[in-house]
């Protein structure tokens, strides 16, 4: 019989491609009838499921869904899904990915994944208290700021260094760098033990079965999920438990030829659990990202634990020079309020052309800016010098907003720069030229400069310039320059209160068609879902208020006699789905 955790790893695998969106038709097909017979699965044209259950559970999800409860052999389900696939695809007029088809496959995909489950003769998930864990990191020791190589191109070295953590429960640390001959032991405070371990464990434990094989599958998808067989007896299995402990390696043993992680839990009944996976982040637990948590409890920056500890950006600095010489002709410069500040056009006044800034030198504007993000400073300061006219110097402290920021980037990005081609002539009358400084927590750095221009910057500069421009605009300007604030006077007890309503629930602002309402005894606030009388017969209808106003009768904005009055709350939130 074929392995259990093989054929739930498909199942799973294939449910969630058939779920997702954006899933293309040649991921629905690449591979899979190969994969379907080498896990046992066979072409029958449905005929042992339409004889178990009926013909229409084979072709409609309708009649399926009635009946998957029901279905109990994982032989016959799984067959009865790769003739299904097989009939999908061989008409042209038909396809993986129309809705009825993602249904059916939904359906018979989980309920051989929960066949195949039941299937196992051990838990996929830890159990028990955890005593002691073992954690190998393999990986290659790399310049952040190069790219990865493609392997097919550029072959990598079979070997990787590892780093070797091993935690017990009396707080006893061991930990063997790639580098170094003797371990490094260390003896943690026993709270700190505790909390390390109720970590470790909680994660392992309460992640579903779903949960741990889903990330087997996003490695094995490298592979072939049909030879996850001949993988169970292989280091490097992402998320894979074995029944029996296995010998661990150490630091001086052969390293694996892939990049990951691969963990050894024991329990207090002496039964191991034992894990391996690609290096990533994401595994989080109590708020927090489990290799992070392993960096602070033992208070090492140098722990690969299980995403590596990639080399991170902490710091930048951009420096930008734009010198622009005043065109044949022209006389003088004019300032305008948009884009950099500069306009070359003159003026006419009373026949002749002037400068409109007299103190303007006519023959250059020089225009120097500087931008330096620092997550250690906390600090984000932006320079602008314009020759001699003036300069602007702001610093902002945004301590956790700039971290999440710089340690988002990927610094390999930086060095992506298509380059202009050769016959490109850059405007000599207007010279942009730009230099990065970059930093990284690990102490490498790159300096990168070129022309300020679209083929010149890094391929990722728009999206990061914009995250930084939302970053400063959020800062910048507060209330104090808020005319809505200072222009509102004092609401006197004798004003009454114009609700502004709109019948577009989606509508947020005093944008677009508005009604105006009085209420009575009941004060609302902007946002409020509401039930007003509308029309002849004063039909009652939902609405939203999205402005108040406040004024004297006389000044209303509407004779008051003829205004309606708002009836009370809308007492559940309106379905919002079916509102142009």
């Not at 490498?444 to 890094?458: F, N, T, V």
Request: aromatic share 10%.
């Amino acid at each position: 019989m074929q392995n259990a955790l093989a054929v739930y790893l498909f199942a799973i695998y294939y449910a969630r491609l058939f779920a997702a969106p954006d899933t293309t038709g040649t991921a629905l097909t690449e591979g899979f009838d190969t994969r379907c017979s080498r896990l046992g699965f066979s072409l029958d044209q449905g005929q042992q499921f339409i004889r178990a259950w009926s013909r229409a559970a084979f072709y409609r999800a309708s009649a399926l869904q009635a009946i998957i409860k029901q279905v109990g052999d994982w032989q016959v389900l799984g067959t009865a899904i790769y003739s299904h696939w097989y009939s999908v695809t061989f008409w042209p007029n038909q396809s993986l990915l129309d809705p009825e088809q993602r249904d059916w496959f939904l359906l018979a995909l989980r309920r051989l994944a929960e066949l195949a489950q039941s299937e196992l003769n051990y838990p996929l998930a830890f159990q028990g208290n955890l005593q002691s864990f073992t954690l190998l990191t393999h990986r290659r020791r790399q310049n952040p700021f190069i790219p990865v190589p493609d392997p097919a191109k550029h072959p990598l070295p079979a070997e990787l260094p590892t780093q070797q953590l091993s935690v017990d429960a009396q707080g006893h640390v061991v930990l063997q760098q790639a580098d170094q001959s003797r371990p490094v032991q260390l003896n943690l405070p026993m709270a700190q033990t505790n909390d390390l371990l109720e970590a470790m464990a909680t994660y392992f434990s309460e992640a579903d079965s779903a949960a741990l094989a889903t990330v087997l599958a996003d490695q094995a998808e490298q592979e072939d999920i049909s030879q996850l067989t001949a993988l169970l007896s292989e280091s490097g299995c992402p998320l894979l438990l074995r029944p029996q402990l296995r010998p661990v390696q150490t630091a001086a043993d052969q390293a694996p030829s892939r990049p990951g992680w691969d963990l050894t839990l024991v329990n207090s009944a002496d039964q191991s659990f034992c894990y391996a996976g690609p290096l990533s982040r994401g595994l989080d637990i109590f708020h927090n990202d489990l290799s992070d948590l392993l960096r602070d409890c033992l208070k090492r920056d140098d722990l690969w634990a299980f995403d590596g500890n990639p080399d991170r950006i902490f710091a930048l600095s951009i420096y930008y020079h734009r010198v622009i010489f005043a065109a044949p002709g022209r006389s003088g410069l004019a300032w305008s309020s948009a884009g950099s500040g500069l306009d070359w056009a003159g003026h006419k006044e009373q026949g002749r052309q002037t400068r409109r800034d007299p103190d303007l030198e006519p023959a250059k504007i020089d225009v120097q800016e500087q931008l330096s993000l620092n997550a250690r400073d906390n600090q984000l300061v932006y320079t602008r010098q314009l020759r001699h006219q003036g300069r602007t110097n702001c610093i902002y402290e945004l301590p956790w907003h700039l971290k999440t920021l710089l340690e988002a980037l990927n610094p390999a990005d930086f060095t992506r720069i298509r380059g202009n081609p050769p016959d490109a002539q850059a405007d000599l009358r207007d010279l942009k030229r730009y230099k990065i400084h970059l930093y990284t927590y690990q102490g490498s750095s790159c300096i990168i400069s070129g022309g300020y221009d679209q083929l010149s910057l890094p391929e990722k500069w728009p999206e990061f310039i914009a995250s930084v421009f939302d970053l400063l605009q959020t800062y910048t300007l507060g209330d104090l320059f808020d005319p809505a604030l200072f222009h509102t006077p004092l609401r006197r007890q004798s004003d009454l209160a114009f609700y502004y309503v709109s019948f577009n629930l989606n509508q947020a602002y005093d944008e677009g068609k508005t009604y105006c309402y009085l209420a009575k005894g009941t004060e609302y606030r902007p946002g409020d879902w509401v039930v007003v009388p509308t029309g002849p017969g004063n039909r009652e209808t939902p609405a939203r208020i999205v402005s108040v106003v406040y004024r004297q009768a006389a000044d209303a904005p509407y004779p008051v006699s003829k205004l309606k009055l708002i009836l009370r709350k809308y007492e559940s939130k309106p379905d919002l789905g079916e509102q142009s």
